[in-house]
């Protein structure tokens, strides 16, 4: 996830504010006028985030920065201004590591230098329970080699200073309808990640709350119940005090379904603007081999993170890693696409039917 204070610095830069970062969690920044006035800070802004005395509310400056955003989603196309060149990697090496391969064998045809199309998607996220949290998530994925890359944010820091506008952007639209259902699914297991400290934390509340409205109301009905036992209580008197011990329990039903309803966790998902930039990288051509059936695939070895990027599968466009082959197109596979039928125990590959012919999943 972006840093809240990296985020921060760079929407306040791209607006004309002169910023500058402090130690860790904290920046100051100078703002034109109008944009001081849309933050309702006035000239000089001082934000400083984290658990610490005095910090500022993160959830209200995600809300006030966010007028500083554009009412839709963009797409904006970028370029490196120095595009460099990826010297030659130990192209077997980068696979045995890179690929993990489980269930055949792979032999490397060549190696070179090559220009792939990545996109950046980012997401707002809001985490809702009895207490709230907002955030941003990006997820890349290389088009041209069919990857999901890891660790996006770092990659985006480490060429976000080099890039420009691309005066002749080329953003194919067929591609990015593809690429953005992956990108949305590759960013909920990062979201619900993200929400399972609030859950847990809710949870606990709960469970507290729930005891608390529990010794409430048992108190009560045993006062009922002492009243009832009496033996000098006439008829009348009973029903009153039965009347009263089912209101009493509708009452406590009432205050638990509130309880779960104020713990209950909510999560929207909303997309934000997409950066599509190529980027030098290192192709390694190779020839994947499954029983009698083989395919020939390109896969790039990223010189941002050091390491080859893991393609993504073609069942669940999740990162396949460790990598799965089926048996009779050489589909890539992650482990949970890969696994037998759990009706019929028959290896069956996600790609080439959704469902076990027996019925099973």
Known sequence: MIG???????LLISRG????????????????????????S???????????????????????????????????SARLRRPTLVPPVDAAGALDRGLALQNGIYRVMED?????????????????SDETSLGVVTVCLNASARALVAQPEFVLKAIKDDLEEDPQPAVPRDELAELFPMALRGVQPEIRRLAAGIEQSANRRLARDTERIDSYYKDLLSQIGKRMARRALGAEAAEKERSRAAATQLDRAAKLEDLVRKYSLKI???PGDVLA?????????ARLVRKKAERVAKFHWNPKLGALESPWCEGCS?????????????????RSCAAPCPACGKHICRACQARCKCGGS
């Open 4 to 10: 809240i204070v990296d985020w921060a610095r760079d």
């Open 17 to 40: 504010a002169l910023v500058e970062a402090e130690e860790a969690g904290a920046l100051r920044a100078m703002l034109p006028a109008e944009l001081g006035a849309a933050l309702e």
């Open 42 to 76: 006035g000239e000089w802004l001082s934000l400083r985030f984290g658990a610490g005395a005095g910090s500022d509310d993160e959830n209200e400056w995600l809300d006030r920065l966010g007028r500083l955003l554009p009412a839709d989603a963009r797409v904006v």
């Open 112 to 128: 070179y230098q090559q220009t792939a199309r990545y996109y950046f998607f980012g997401f707002h996220y809001t985490i809702e």
């Open 268 to 270: 929207r998902i909303q």
């Open 277 to 285: 930039v190529r980027l030098p990288v290192r192709e390694i051509s």
């Open 318 to 334: 999740a990162a396949a890693h460790p990598l799965f082959l089926c048996d009779e197109r050489v589909h890539f596979l992650c």
